[in-house]
């Protein structure tokens, strides 16, 4: 096939922007990028009782926070119903398809009796070749493509190899329903056709639907895309993906602190490889992508690697970028996850200069917000279990002089404090960590924190002096 690559993504709008859906879209976003081409979007609405507004939202939510740009305004399939059934009105008027007037009960029968012989279920072409004088008067129809009866279709897939399906097997398919709306497999072909589509990269589920439309495209005398079907994601035990797996949406991810970049290269990696690499750039990745780099077996899911890929993006991203993202999840955050009180620029400039010790220890957001919330509390803080521990009554006399010692100095940073607590030490023929721990839990109201003399340079003398004295014996 000649011409620019264009691709697409084809959810339908019945739920949120699911993990497996993201991955497609990031492929075919890739193959797009990588080839100088287009990447769309088809909204397929054309189950009306399952589609709404707010699944077609979380749709496009999802891809902006996955920074996955498409090409024009997105298409909705739904609206271009008449298209498909003129389609189906052509096939029908080149004897490519026909009126099928089989009833329900007939149809039970057809499953019934393919039970029985140990037959898949399928139509059995009653009213292929029957004269159309033999049609009841009235009665509803469908319209049925005529599928080839003997022969192969041949699928060259550019992940599975060779793919063969003996034509008697596919029976003829419904394309238009006897309500007059189009099926899945011929508004497919069509809204590929029309919208120029030339490489279709998807799950392998949709691989025996590749078929059927293969034999659309062949009737209607059309281009047929280059495919390539991708095995689908299955859990860390090597089962089908479910919720426990992370089956949940693109926004759960977003909630639960990860970062897009880092969502992005987690994803590639799930059934595409370039070499042993693991951690590459967008860049990088559109400039690696390729179909012949993806593989034939199921891809497996595993949430520690993926926490532990998100870490490495966090400690690697500009303090500013971080700040920005951490501004954006808030709103979305659960009540008991929410900083302590709204928080203002100000705030916002001391999460920013907390940030180089704060993201050597996070994971996520989550956790880098939980880890800044002595940043924000009220005095006097609130300690937890293990920092009451380690303020015992010898603990509190040496906040009452290190206290002393801080408020002496003329100048603060890190590493004026540091020099003021270790002397003090020295001093008292102490270890650094006996001052150092109940600094800590004075300080941030925890046992853990990013470092502490990190911890009284962006706090501030003011507050550094107060929560200290709070806790001081």
Same mark, same amino acid.
């Given at each position: 096939m000649s011409g620019k690559v264009v691709t697409r993504f084809a959810p339908s709008p019945t739920g949120f922007l699911h993990i497996g859906g993201a991955r497609t879209a990031l492929f075919n976003w890739l193959y797009a990028k990588a080839n100088g081409g287009r990447f769309l979007?088809?909204?397929?609405?054309?189950?009306?009782?399952?589609?709404?507004?707010?699944?077609?939202?979380?749709?496009?939510?999802?891809?902006?926070?996955?920074?996955?740009d498409f090409d024009g305004d997105p298409i909705f399939q739904f609206a271009r119903a008449e298209r498909h059934a003129a389609i189906a009105q052509q096939l029908l008027d080149e004897g490519k398809a026909y009126r099928c007037y089989a009833t329900q009960e007939e149809l039970t029968e057809m499953r019934e009796k393919a039970r029985a012989e140990g037959r898949a279920p399928g139509y059995d072409g009653r009213w292929r070749d029957r004269d159309p004088s033999e049609?009841?008067?009235?009665?509803?129809?469908?319209?049925?493509?005529?599928?080839?009866?003997?022969?192969?279709? %041949?699928?060259?897939?550019?992940?599975?190899?060779?793919v063969t399906f003996r034509n008697e097997n596919l029976d003829d398919l419904i394309i238009l329903r006897s309500n007059g709306t189009p099926t899945y497999n011929l508004s497919v072909v069509v809204d590929d056709h029309?919208?120029?589509?030339?490489? %279709? %990269?998807?799950?392998?589920d949709?691989?025996?639907?590749?078929?059927?439309?293969s034999q659309i495209y062949e009737a209607l005398g059309w281009d047929r895309p280059v495919f390539g079907h991708v095995p689908l994601i299955h859990g860390p035990d090597g089962a089908k993906m479910s919720k426990r797996h992370g089956a949940l949406g693109v926004d759960a991810y977003r909630d639960m602190g990860y970062l897009p970049t880092a969502m992005r290269n987690y994803l590639a990696r799930l059934g595409w490889s370039h070499g042993d690499d693991e951690i590459f750039s967008t860049e990088q990745m559109i400039e690696w992508f390729g179909l012949?780099?993806?593989?034939?077996?199921?891809?497996?899911?595993?949430f520690n690697k993926l926490e532990n890929l998100n870490g490495h993006?966090?400690?690697?991203?500009?303090?500013k970028v971080l700040v920005a993202a951490l501004k954006a999840l808030t709103p979305h955050l659960p009540e008991n996850m929410q900083p302590p009180r709204e928080l203002g620029e100000a705030d916002w400039d001391m999460f920013a200069?907390?940030?180089?010790g704060l993201k050597e220890r996070a994971k996520t957001l989550l956790e880098l917000i939980d880890s800044a919330r002595f940043l924000f509390v009220e005095r006097p803080l609130d300690t937890d279990a293990k920092a009451a521990k380690i303020l015992k009554p010898e603990a509190r006399t040496r906040l009452t002089a290190l206290h002393e010692k801080l408020a002496g100095l003329e100048s603060w940073n890190a590493e004026i404090t540091e020099q003021a607590v270790r002397n003090l030490a020295e001093e008292l023929g102490a270890k650094l960590g006996d001052l150092a721990q109940p600094l800590r839990a004075a300080l941030t109201g925890r046992a853990v924190s990013p470092p502490i003399f990190d911890v009284l340079a962006v706090l501030g003398r003011e507050e550094?002096?107060?929560r200290i004295k709070d806790q001081a014996g």
């Amino acid at each position: 096939m000649s011409g620019k690559v264009v691709t697409r993504f084809a959810p339908s709008p019945t739920g949120f922007l699911h993990i497996g859906g993201a991955r497609t879209a990031l492929f075919n976003w890739l193959y797009a990028k990588a080839n100088g081409g287009r990447f769309l979007l088809r909204i397929e609405d054309t189950d009306r009782e399952r589609s709404t507004d707010e699944a077609i939202e979380a749709i496009l939510d999802g891809m902006s926070w996955l920074e996955l740009d498409f090409d024009g305004d997105p298409i909705f399939q739904f609206a271009r119903a008449e298209r498909h059934a003129a389609i189906a009105q052509q096939l029908l008027d080149e004897g490519k398809a026909y009126r099928c007037y089989a009833t329900q009960e007939e149809l039970t029968e057809m499953r019934e009796k393919a039970r029985a012989e140990g037959r898949a279920p399928g139509y059995d072409g009653r009213w292929r070749d029957r004269d159309p004088s033999e049609a009841p008067e009235g009665a509803p129809f469908v319209i049925r493509f005529k599928s080839p009866m003997v022969g192969e279709t %041949i699928i060259d897939d550019q992940v599975q190899g060779r793919v063969t399906f003996r034509n008697e097997n596919l029976d003829d398919l419904i394309i238009l329903r006897s309500n007059g709306t189009p099926t899945y497999n011929l508004s497919v072909v069509v809204d590929d056709h029309d919208m120029g589509v030339t490489h %279709i %990269i998807r799950g392998d589920d949709h691989l025996t639907n590749a078929a059927r439309q293969s034999q659309i495209y062949e009737a209607l005398g059309w281009d047929r895309p280059v495919f390539g079907h991708v095995p689908l994601i299955h859990g860390p035990d090597g089962a089908k993906m479910s919720k426990r797996h992370g089956a949940l949406g693109v926004d759960a991810y977003r909630d639960m602190g990860y970062l897009p970049t880092a969502m992005r290269n987690y994803l590639a990696r799930l059934g595409w490889s370039h070499g042993d690499d693991e951690i590459f750039s967008t860049e990088q990745m559109i400039e690696w992508f390729g179909l012949d780099a993806l593989g034939k077996s199921p891809a497996r899911f595993d949430f520690n690697k993926l926490e532990n890929l998100n870490g490495h993006y966090i400690r690697h991203s500009d303090d500013k970028v971080l700040v920005a993202a951490l501004k954006a999840l808030t709103p979305h955050l659960p009540e008991n996850m929410q900083p302590p009180r709204e928080l203002g620029e100000a705030d916002w400039d001391m999460f920013a200069q907390a940030m180089p010790g704060l993201k050597e220890r996070a994971k996520t957001l989550l956790e880098l917000i939980d880890s800044a919330r002595f940043l924000f509390v009220e005095r006097p803080l609130d300690t937890d279990a293990k920092a009451a521990k380690i303020l015992k009554p010898e603990a509190r006399t040496r906040l009452t002089a290190l206290h002393e010692k801080l408020a002496g100095l003329e100048s603060w940073n890190a590493e004026i404090t540091e020099q003021a607590v270790r002397n003090l030490a020295e001093e008292l023929g102490a270890k650094l960590g006996d001052l150092a721990q109940p600094l800590r839990a004075a300080l941030t109201g925890r046992a853990v924190s990013p470092p502490i003399f990190d911890v009284l340079a962006v706090l501030g003398r003011e507050e550094s002096l107060a929560r200290i004295k709070d806790q001081a014996g």
